[in-house]
């Protein structure tokens, strides 16, 4: 379930720290992506998986590549921490122990990428340029996308499965 509570924490930060924050964030979602593809490759479960956490994880870091220009660009070369919540914090993403878990966590990924899409949609409110507000509504509709994506392999992972997971909606 994602954390209303730290999004709207993420909601109230200025232009920069948010930037900031997120770009840490970008750079987690990678990491934990790829930690979920190397696991999925490690255990008996469907490539589309693998490769689905292995895409999120290559577009994460692409995006916190694009986002630390961005961030150059505007503020200057030092990236500040910012105190705010973490991946875990704003969604139930887990680790992915066994192919019973394989659901669960696509589900999780997908909360993820709606918690982003939902960040990039309040850095463009919060732009005070055109072309900082185009960047980042791009990439909230390339989180849209992913969403998507994601939603597709639930479906289609249930789908063969051929059981129905209780209180899971795609």
């Keep these: 379930m994602v954390d209303l509570e730290g999004l709207s924490f993420l909601e109230e930060l200025p232009l920069g720290e948010l930037l900031a ?26 490539g589309a998986v693998g490769d689905m956490f292995k895409l999120l994880g290559q577009e994460a870091r692409r995006h916190e590549k694009k986002l630390r ?11 500040p921490a910012v105190n705010g919540p973490s991946l875990e914090e704003l969604s139930e993403i887990r680790e992915l122990e066994s192919e019973n878990d394989v659901f669960a966590v696509l589900k999780c990924a997908l909360e993820l990428e709606e918690v982003a899409e939902r960040v990039y949609s309040i ?3 919060k732009a005070d340029d055109e072309t900082l507000r185009a960047v980042f509504s791009y990439l909230g509709s390339t989180e849209r996308l992913h969403e998507r994506a994601v939603g597709s392999l639930i479906r289609d992972y ?6 129905k997971k209780e209180g899971v909606e795609a």
């Excluded at 970008?26 to 979920?36: F, N, P, S, V």
């Excluded at 220009?69 to 990236?79: A, N, P, S, V």
């Excluded at 249930?158 to 059981?163: I, P, Q, T």
């Design 158 to 163: 249930d789908y063969r499965a051929g059981v």
């Design 21 to 46: 924050h997120w770009i840490s964030l970008e750079g987690d979602k990678a990491l934990l992506y790829e930690r979920l593809a190397e696991r999925a490759r490690g255990m008996d479960v469907e």
């Design 123 to 125: 850095l463009a409110e």
């Design 69 to 79: 220009t961005l961030y150059t660009r505007k503020f200057g070369d030092e990236i």
